[in-house]
Structures are given as structure tokens and as C-alpha cells.
T-cell receptor
Framework: KAGVTQTPRYLIKTRGQQVTLSCSPI?????VSWYQQTPGQGLQFLFE???????NKGNFPGRFSGRQFSNSRSEMNVSTLELGDSALYLC????????????FGPGTRLLVL | GESVGLHLPTLSVQEGDNSIINCAYS??????FIWYKQESGKGPQFIID?????DKRQGQRVTVLLNKTVKHLSLQIAATQPGDSAVYFC?????????????FGKGTKLSVKP
């Protein structure tokens, strides 16, 4: 069974631009969570989607948004990029979210210049 | 101002020795705990999990111990190998209102000397 895939793997943007990242969960998994990983803050939860609905949200500004499609694939969008948004963005999928093991993708490395 | 990165605790062990990585968690209501391994340039990889109704769980070369009294979690790796070199994270998940939300510890960097 294929693992979680994320595209693109690397991205360079400039301040003020917006970016969309994509995540394809493990087949059969319905929950997708997004995390931001930086050297300064570690791994932080962004949001979780289940059955096309945002079920939980972390403490990030409204510039960070996401969505989930009927096939469970998910995208996250960051608008008006700031230098501090440079990070590794990780997507994790699980069967149903609650009390289920999350499996991570390789991440998208975003650099904002 | 200058940003300061996380100062990761580092554990250095000799190949073949046992490793013990510790983690303190924050929420006494958390009922599910996971250990992840993250190698450079990769996403976190699931190692082992444990639910709060257990105090010990064993996998292949790994054992997780849970002490709910002091909110402490540990990961023991037997016969540590060079391929075990990575950053190890513990993560906790609460019960209500936090579905899909893992809270990660800061991580411990394990270095294995051949």
C-alpha cells in the first residue's frame, strides 16, 4: 500500500505570494492532518480534515487554510506569505482521526524569500 | 531579533548498547501516546504507540513505558544500530476536542557511534 504523498517536495516563494500544497493520504484513510515544523517551534498542529470537513484547528492565523476533497486528498493554502512561514509542512493521514495512528508524508519544504 | 532554534537534547550511544529516550507530557487527560522517528529530510515515521490503560508495550527491539503518575513516557531501543540515528519525538493525543491533533514533544537526537 502506498504511503502518504505530498507535492511539491520543495518550493521557493517570495513574501506576499500565496502557495498551495497537496497531500494524498494512504488509501482508505479518511482523516488528514497538517503540521508545520520549524527549528524554532518544532512540530505544530495546523488543522485536521475528516470527510471534507475541518474537524480541528490549531493556533495559526487565518492566512493558513485548507480543504479536503471527496477522495480524501487534501490541500493547504497559505496566503500573503511571510518570511516566518518558511518551514517543513507535513501531512499525516489516519483511518478515522481519533485514537488512530497518524502516518506522515515526506513533507513539503517551503522557503520564503 | 535573532531567532533561536530548538536546542534538542542529544543522546549518544555506542552501537549495540541499549538506548533510553525520555519524554514528559503535558496533559493528564491524554490517553494515547506515540513515538515517532524522524531521519534527516524525511517525515516522522511511526515506531510504537501505547494507550493510557497500559503501562508497557513492546515491539521489535523497542519498548515504550508509560508512567501516568508523573506524566512520563520512555522509549527503550535494544541493541542500538547506526540506522537508529535520528530525532525521536513523543506525541500525545487527548480525548475530546482534539481529534486528529497530536501534540509533539521537542524531540531527542539519538547518535549511534559505530
Amino acid at each position: 500500500k502506498a504511503g502518504v504523498t505530498q507535492t511539491p517536495r520543495y518550493l521557493i516563494k517570495t513574501r506576499g505570494q500565496q502557495v498551495t500544497l497537496s497531500c494524498s493520504p494512504i488509501s482508505g484513510h479518511r482523516s488528514v492532518s497538517w503540521y508545520q515544523q520549524t527549528p524554532g517551534q518544532g512540530l505544530q498542529f495546523l488543522f485536521e480534515y475528516f470527510s471534507e470537513t475541518q474537524r480541528n484547528k490549531g493556533n495559526f492565523p487565518g492566512r493558513f487554510s485548507g480543504r479536503q476533497f471527496s477522495n480524501s486528498r487534501s490541500e493547504m493554502n497559505v496566503s500573503t506569505l511571510e518570511l516566518g512561514d518558511s518551514a517543513l509542512y507535513l501531512c499525516a493521514s489516519s483511518l478515522a482521526g481519533a485514537q488512530e495512528t497518524q502516518y506522515f508524508g515526506p513533507g513539503t519544504r517551503l522557503l520564503v524569500l | 531579533g535573532e531567532s533561536v532554534g530548538l536546542h534538542l537534547p542529544t543522546l549518544s550511544v555506542q552501537e549495540g548498547d541499549n538506548s533510553i529516550i525520555n519524554c514528559a507530557y503535558s496533559n493528564s487527560a491524554s490517553d494515547y501516546f506515540i513515538w515517532y522517528k524522524q531521519e534527516s529530510g524525511k517525515g516522522p515515521q511511526f515506531i510504537i504507540d501505547i494507550r493510557s490503560n497500559m503501562d508497557k508495550r513492546q515491539g521489535q527491539r523497542v519498548t515504550v513505558l508509560l508512567n501516568k503518575t508523573v506524566k512520563h513516557l520512555s522509549l527503550q531501543i535494544a541493541a542500538t544500530q547506526p540506522g537508529d540515528s535520528a530525532v525521536y519525538f513523543c506525541a500525545e493525543k487527548g480525548v475530546r476536542g482534539s481529534q486528529g491533533n497530536l501534540i509533539f514533544g521537542k524531540g531527542t537526537k539519538l547518535s549511534v557511534k559505530p
